[in-house]
T-cell receptor, first 113, second 110 residues
Framework: DAGVTQSPTHLIKTRGQQVTLRCSPK?????VSWYQQALGQGPQFIFQ???????QRGNFPDRFSGHQFPNYSSELNVNALLLGDSALYLC????????????FGEGSWLTVV | GIQVEQSPPDLILQEGANSTLRCNFS?????LQWFHQNPWGQLINLFY???GTKQNGRLSATTVATERYSLLYISSSQTTDSGVYFC????????????FGQGTRLTINP
């Protein structure tokens, strides 16, 4: 049973560019959330997708957007990258069969230079 | 919004020692999970424990929901236990998202 998978693992972007991060949820999970973790901090909730719609959003600007596909996989897009967007981006999934337990992927390390 | 406080922020122990990590939260929750973040960044599920006590090998956890705290116990520590431990809660208001504490960085020396 594959867990939550994310790609790419590491990437370096230039300030002002755009980035897309991808996530495949754990098998059987239909709800995907994204979190940003800055160095030395706990993860911060960005948004959640269920049934291909954004259901909840944290305190992040509109430069952060997402999408969920019919197969439940998801993308996180960040436009007009700032140096402060450098962080570990974590995808999490939950769904029927795992109760309320939320599972995380290995994350995508984004460096903005 | 809900506040999650973890203590201590840093803990340095010798191999074989026992440790207790604490998580306090400011409001009622639907969900509480403990995670271990490895050096590569992955958050490993340790416990889903909104209330009660659970044990898994050398690790155990207790949540007293009425008093809004949870404890993670690590016995007979090993160097592989090193890393950052996070407590995360899912508030009843605005559910479906986890709110994390700042973590406890545990270092186990050989």
């Amino acid at each position: 049973d594959a867990g939550v998978t994310q790609s790419p693992t590491h990437l370096i972007k230039t300030r002002g560019q755009q980035v897309t991060l991808r996530c495949s949820p754990k098998s059987g999970h239909d709800t995907v959330s994204w979190y940003q973790q800055a160095l030395g901090q706990g993860p911060q909730f960005i948004f959640q997708y269920y049934e291909e719609e954004e259901r909840q959003r944290g305190n992040f600007p509109d430069r952060f957007s997402g999408h969920q596909f019919p197969n439940y996989s998801s993308e996180l897009n960040v436009n007009a990258l700032l140096l402060g967007d450098s962080a570990l981006y974590l995808c999490a999934s939950r769904g029927v069969g795992s109760g309320n337990t939320i599972y995380f992927g290995e994350g995508s390390w984004l460096t903005v230079v | 919004g809900i506040q999650v406080e973890q203590s201590p922020p840093d803990l340095i122990l010798q191999e074989g020692a026992n440790s207790t990590l604490r998580c306090n939260f400011s409001d009622s929750v639907n969900n509480l999970q403990w995670f271990h973040q490895n050096p590569w960044g992955q958050l490993i599920n340790l416990f889903y424990i909104p209330s009660g006590t659970k044990q898994n090998g050398r690790l155990s956890a207790t949540t007293v929901a009425t008093e809004r705290y949870s404890l993670l116990y690590i016995s007979s520590s090993q160097t592989t236990d090193s890393g950052v431990y996070f407590c995360a809660v899912e508030p009843i208001q605005g559910a479906q998202k986890l709110v994390f504490g700042q973590g406890t960085r545990l270092t186990i020396n050989p």
